[in-house]
């Protein structure tokens, strides 16, 4: 049976709670802009975060639904799992570092979006994502790999807190 209180390990997920303005880019020749709006939330209980996506990548319009949470204590993460408006279903795992620092990895089909077609499929992607100390601001380094040991850019993102 599930505690009846989330662990203190649940609760650092509460540092992403908000409703933000994404701002960024695709790295490419030329850079594809991407613009809109996440939301995180908790569903009631506080022991799973709503990630709410609602965005354009360049001309495409992601829409997607992510559940973070189950920590595992084995692991030191959390996992996601994510549903967007094409019919995907992807899973990811995030950890937080002492310094509040927060890493997302997953496999190629993460962000489909954000994908050159001719693209071949991804055998990883990671994020880090940094939160201002004042929590207005959080910004994301996005990096895929082929190989799983070769890192290259991918998306720079920015999210300002809306008020």
Request: proline share 7%; aromatic share 8%.
């Amino acid at each position: 049976m599930p505690s009846a209180d989330p662990g203190p390990e649940t609760l650092q997920l509460g540092a992403l709670v908000g409703r933000w303005r994404s701002e960024g880019h695709v790295i490419a020749d030329p850079p594809v802009p991407v613009i809109g709006t996440d939301i995180y939330e908790w569903l009631p209980g506080q022991f799973f975060l709503v990630h709410h996506v609602d965005v354009m990548v360049g001309d495409q319009t992601v829409r997607a639904i992510e559940m973070i949470g189950e920590y595992d204590p084995a692991t030191d993460s959390y996992s996601c799992r994510a549903y967007d408006n094409e019919g995907a279903v992807t899973t990811m795992r995030a950890s937080v570092d002492g310094s509040g620092v927060w890493t997302f990895t997953g496999g190629g089909d993460v962000a489909s979006a954000a994908l050159d077609d001719s693209a071949a499929p991804l055998a990883a992607v990671r994020s880090t994502l940094t939160i201002a100390p004042d929590g207005r601001r959080m910004t994301a380094k996005w990096e895929r790999s082929e190989d799983g040991s070769t890192w290259d850019p991918w998306m720079d993102m920015t999210f300002t807190r809306m008020l």
